[in-house]
């Protein structure tokens, strides 16, 4: 079974403060993904990188910056946590980027900016 | 990215089947039908897909109309652990899944 595992299930930050998540899958995937969850909002993608090394901007990438340094680990870095970026994030991955290509996702980390 | 519509609820009771619509009318030739679900305090996880013809897997059918522009997954038997936020998603080939409100399914014993 794939796996995508996140680095805290629940974290509480303070303003201001750098954030790293962390995700790390273990099927040897080329993609990963970042969304963040909010009420009413639904899942939005943050950023996403298709190769070591390669980022992409997805919807809401303000605020965000990403790192792939191996192919199995991907993080989401927050420069300055702010009180509007209490959330829930969540990392998937999927071995290539067609349309009939499933991603797999962790199980989430909620993230609260105080 | 082609979008959804979904009921934003719905109700089953416990071992009964449950069938989910979905519409997409915008739908475009390249675009396969997905369908993830999201238990509580979870990450979303994967359920079927499909492209032109129906489908069947260990965890559900998914029917699809002739003209695509509409998609139902079917839960064959309904149990509680299937009480979950079902997504309806339609993807292309740029990788991206476009999430919408998706529909809440209560399982009642």
């Known amino acids: 079974d794939v796996k995508v595992t996140q680095s805290s299930r629940y974290l509480v930050k303070r303003t201001g403060e750098k954030v790293f998540l962390e995700c790390v899958q273990d099927?040897?995937?080329?993609?990963m993904f970042w969304y963040r969850q909010d009420p009413g909002l639904g899942l939005r993608l943050i950023y996403f990188s298709y190769d070591v090394k390669m980022k992409e901007k997805g919807d809401i990438p303000e605020g965000y910056s990403v790192s792939r340094e191996k192919k199995e680990r991907f993080s989401l870095i927050l420069e300055s946590a702010s009180t509007n970026q209490t959330s829930m994030y969540l990392c998937a991955s999927s071995s290539r980027l067609a349309g009939a290509e499933t991603q797999y996702f962790g199980p989430g980390t909620r993230l609260l900016v105080l | 990215d082609a979008k959804t519509t979904q009921p934003n609820s719905m109700e089953s009771n416990e071992e009964e089947p449950v069938h989910l619509p979905c519409n997409h009318s915008?739908?475009?030739?390249?675009?396969?039908i997905h369908w993830y679900r999201q238990l509580p305090s979870q990450g979303p996880e994967y359920v079927i897909h499909?492209?032109?013809s129906n489908v069947n897997n260990r965890m559900a059918s998914l029917a699809i109309a002739e003209d695509r522009k509409s998609s139902t997954l079917i839960l064959h038997r309904a149990t509680l652990r299937d009480a979950a936020v079902y997504y309806c998603i339609l993807r292309g080939n740029t990788g991206k899944l476009i999430f919408g409100q998706g529909t809440t399914l209560q399982v009642k014993p």
């Open positions: 499909g492209l032109t």
């Open positions: 915008t739908i475009s030739g390249t675009d396969y």
């Open positions: 099927m040897d995937h080329e993609n």
